[in-house]
Structures are given as structure tokens and as C-alpha cells.
């Protein structure tokens, strides 16, 4: 499996499909805009640009994708993904649990180098308002489904991660992830965001299948070749604890 993924990555055909999904993602939000008339509110455009990051980071790697230009491209795609993921939930506690105080922007805010706004206004201009509910699908609203499709993409990212870390020191790593589970749960402690604690939990979720990789291969090098079966046994134990 982790081969055939990690073939899938090194090959147009994923990356561009990936870039193509997000695109057909954003042709359905346009849709709804101007068709059905749905106004995307604030968190809906920067949703929309997360989407368009997504789609970036796939044809950033179907450009070379046997070159460390890859390495770019999942980096896009994390970043994107993460960021989507953080805002969909957001506005999905703000329509579940609508209040005066947790409100969103009148409008959405661009970098003066990146005016998308003042570019494409029919696609980055939001004019509803962030609590409305305007269409759900299978009882869910639809924050709530690009929820699900935002995390969607992160798991996929796991196994990819794990094809990636192989190729370093493996110590070096295993020190990485514990680095990054023990600054995760510092940060944790100090934040009063739910969505950035959310975030902060998504980050160490995703170094945990190259920690536990890495864990069992590093407890079978340790003991005779007879023996491994019971060391990745007992490191399993350990991992799951």
C-alpha cells in the first residue's frame, strides 16, 4: 500500500486529480453562489481559498513530481489543508452556536500584494453573513461537509509523511515527532482558541503514524533476529500506553 502510494506521488496522474477535485470543488461553490444565489460569507471565501491552495499544491506537483519540487507541493497541500480544516470548524460553531460575540468579518481581508478581492470580485467578495444557514445536504450544513473534506485531505497526507520520513535519519526523526507531541501539548495548555487547540492536536496527529513506524523498526533493530517479533510487540504496547 505504502508503495503504491508513494508511486502515486512520484507520478502526474494523483497530483493532478487532487488539483482537479479541488477545481470541480470550487465550480460547485461558484454554483451555489451564482445559480442558486447563496451569499458566501467571510469564513466561505477564505474556505474557498484554502480550496484553491489545495488545487495549487497539485499542479506545483505535477510539474516535476520526481524532483524535491514534491516536497514543495506537500507542503502547500498540509499548509492548506490545516488552514481549511481550522476554518471550516470555526464556522461551524459559529452557525451551531450562533452568538453576538463570536461574529465574523464584514468582509474578507487580502494582502495589499494579493488584492483577490479587487481581481476577482465575483469569486472574493463575500456578502452574507457567517451564522446564516443557507443549505445542508444529508441533515449537514455546508461547513460541516468541507469539515469532512478538509480531513479528508490531511489523512491522506499520513501515509505520505511516513514514505517522506523514511528517507532521513531515523533517530533524528523519532526525536522530531516526540519534539513536536511534546511542544503540541505545551501549546495546548496555553491557548484559549478551540480552534487552534483543534489545530494543535491535527499537528502531532499527523507525525503519529511516522512516530509509530519508526518505533517498531527501531525496537526490532534493537534485539536478535529471533527475538523482533516480541520487541515490536512490546514497543506496540508502549506506543498504544
Not at 490545516?82 to 450562533?98: D, K
Not at 485531505?153 to 511534546?182: D, E
Not at 533476529?225 to 516480541?230: E, F, G, I, L
Amino acid at each position: 500500500m505504502l508503495q503504491y502510494l508513494n508511486q502515486c506521488s512520484r507520478g502526474r496522474g494523483a497530483w493532478l486529480l487532487m488539483a482537479l477535485t479541488a477545481f470541480v470543488l470550487e465550480l460547485v461553490a461558484l454554483w451555489f453562489q451564482h445559480v442558486m444565489l447563496l451569499q458566501p460569507c467571510v469564513l466561505c471565501i477564505y474556505e474557498r481559498c484554502a480550496l484553491f491552495g489545495i488545487m495549487g499544491a497539485g499542479i506545483v506537483g505535477a510539474i516535476a513530481p520526481k524532483s524535491p519540487l514534491r516536497y514543495v507541493a506537500i507542503i502547500i497541500w498540509l499548509y492548506s489543508a490545516l488552514r481549511g480544516l481550522q476554518l471550516a470548524w470555526e464556522h461551524t460553531m459559529i452557525q451551531l452556536h450562533p452568538s453576538p460575540f463570536q461574529t465574523c468579518d464584514f468582509a474578507a481581508r487580502f494582502p495589499t500584494w494579493l488584492p483577490l478581492d479587487k481581481w476577482l470580485p465575483q469569486v472574493f467578495v463575500a456578502t452574507g453573513d457567517c451564522s446564516v444557514r443557507q443549505w445542508e445536504f444529508l441533515t449537514l450544513e455546508m461547513p460541516q461537509w468541507l469539515v469532512g473534506i478538509f480531513a479528508l485531505t490531511i489523512a491522506l497526507l499520513g501515509p505520505l509523511l511516513v514514505l517522506l520520513a523514511s528517507q532521513f535519519n531515523r533517530k533524528r526523526m523519532l526525536l522530531i515527532a516526540l519534539t513536536v507531541f511534546a511542544a503540541a501539548s505545551a501549546l495546548s495548555a496555553q491557548v484559549d482558541s478551540f480552534s487552534m487547540l483543534m489545530l494543535l492536536r491535527i499537528v502531532p496527529a499527523l507525525f503519529h503514524p511516522i512516530y509509530f513506524s519508526l518505533a517498531m523498526v527501531a525496537a526490532a533493530a534493537l534485539y536478535p533476529p529471533h527475538q523482533a517479533t516480541k520487541a515490536t510487540a512490546y514497543a506496540f504496547i508502549g506506543t498504544s500506553m
